[in-house]
Nanobody, 124 residues
Framework: QVQLVESGGGLVQAGGSLRLSCVASGRGCSSSTLGWFRQAPGKEREFVVAISWSNGTRYYTDSVKGRFAISRDNAKNTVYLQMNSLKPEDTAVYYC?????????????????WGQGTQVTVSS
């Protein structure tokens, strides 16, 4: 199983930027899909973006296209989520998740490892 540790959350004003990091360790992380999900207060957790660890293919949810960018550093086993032009509605706990069998999916049920989450708060 893959172990995941997120960092980089914080408080930022609307229009600002943050970069989240997710460090992966454990067996199979090089063949996994890494994804970011978020959960706002009172709402269900939702998919944000996923990246193939092996070939870098990306899959974004529509609401973040053009504002968020996911990237990976294979040497550091780290995935980054660069978030620009942040909006108050981006406020949520952001979770990193891994899918050991690969493929790009938006359903959280298809991810088998999760980090502890990092809080992102965007003030208006």
């Amino acid at each position: 199983q893959v172990q995941l540790v997120e960092s980089g959350g914080g408080l930022v004003q609307a229009g600002g930027s943050l970069r989240l990091s997710c460090v992966a360790s454990g067996r199979g992380c090089s063949s996994s899909t890494l994804g970011w999900f978020r959960q706002a207060p009172g709402k269900e957790r939702e998919f944000v973006v996923a990246i193939s660890w092996s070939n870098g293919t990306r899959y974004y949810t529509d609401s973040v296209k053009g504002r968020f960018a996911i990237s990976r550093d294979n040497a550091k086993n780290t995935v980054y989520l660069q978030m620009n032009s942040l909006k108050p509605e981006d406020t949520a706990v952001y979770y990193c998740a891994a899918r050991s069998s690969g493929g790009l999916f938006s359903s959280q049920r298809l991810y088998d490892s999760w980090g502890q989450g990092t809080q992102v708060t965007v003030s208006s």
